[in-house]
């Protein structure tokens, strides 16, 4: 297995890139741990100003054009909850937590890390991949670009809970209610994402923004953030997390979840979802072609 993680340093910002494009940078164990190795490395490297995350471009035969983060890899997510119901055992939510929580820390890392962190988006970023980058204090990202949380629909809840404080209570519930696909120029209009650029403009635009950012000495950097984060926090950052996070195990284990499950063992994971999407038109659905993840 190729890492999935690499990373760059120049005039001060630590450029974290996702490097399994093939495989859409999807989310898994190995990736969670070596995102938050990097991270941790870089808010604590003197060196280092600003975190700037990324992905690598995919090779010229890829079939489905670019994603940041389509999500976690549903082959093994699915796998492993019908690994869960042969045990025959009653789900348990705890174990469920912790599980989840592990991958929610490592997202976490880029909103309390003492830096600024700016992500730059280019093609899929949604499911479990907007979990991760809504916690970047800013994303920036290519027109080509599109996010959502189809998880919404079934099986699953966004679990760092991000979107409320990004979008207010309207626009939050308008898309996860619906799970609908946001493309990158609708995601800068209201407010989702700082700004959506040309494709072949994005990472200089997002290094650019960066390296201006490194300018400032570290400290003030770090009271500022600290400083505006701290809203979130007095609006109950936490506890809207821990909520999410509950509820994403919830969502996986009641009866809708479990059949998601069951007719993914049976007809592979691509037919449930277009199975589920379909009636809505967007995303893997629309085109028949896309991410399996999310």
């Excluded at 975190?51 to 035969?61: K, Q, T």
């Excluded at 449930?272 to 999310?294: H, I, K, L, N």
Aim: proline fraction near 6%; include cysteine.
């Amino acid at each position: 297995m190729p890492e999935p993680i690499r990373t760059e340093t120049e005039a001060g910002v630590r450029s974290i890139i996702l490097a399994r494009p093939e495989e859409y940078n999807t989310i898994n164990p190995e990736l969670r741990d070596a995102l938050a190795r990097a991270i941790d490395d870089a808010d604590g490297d003197p060196e280092v100003h600003v975190i700037l995350l990324r992905a690598d471009d995919p090779p010229a035969h890829h079939p489905h054009g670019p994603a940041f983060c389509a999500g976690y890899g549903l082959d093994w997510s699915t796998e492993m909850q019908s690994r869960e119901a042969e045990q025959d055992r009653v789900w348990d939510s705890a174990m469920d937590m912790r599980l989840m929580t592990t991958f929610v820390d490592t997202y976490l890392k880029l909103w309390y890390a003492t830096k600024p962190t700016i992500a730059a988006v280019q093609g899929w970023c949604i499911g479990g991949g907007t979990d991760m980058v809504l916690c970047a204090d800013m994303v920036i990202a290519g027109e080509g670009a599109k996010f959502g949380y189809p998880p919404s629909r079934v099986w699953g809840t966004p679990t760092t809970a991000m979107w409320v404080y990004r979008l207010g209570f309207e626009r939050a519930k308008r898309y996860l209610l619906t799970g609908d696909e946001i493309p990158a120029r609708e995601a800068a209009d209201v407010g989702l994402i700082l700004e959506c650029v040309p494709d072949d403009e994005l990472l200089d635009r997002a290094t650019a923004l960066a390296r201006r950012m490194a300018q400032v000495p570290v400290n003030q950097l770090q009271m500022l953030k600290l400083l505006c984060n701290q809203t979130a926090e007095n609006m109950g950052l936490a506890s809207s997390r821990t909520l999410g996070t509950l509820f994403d195990g919830v969502a996986r284990h009641t009866q809708e979840g479990k059949d998601f499950v069951a007719r993914a063992a049976e007809s592979g994971i691509r037919q449930a979802v277009r199975e589920r999407d379909d009636p809505f038109g967007d995303y893997g659905s629309r085109r028949r072609q896309g991410p399996t993840r999310e």
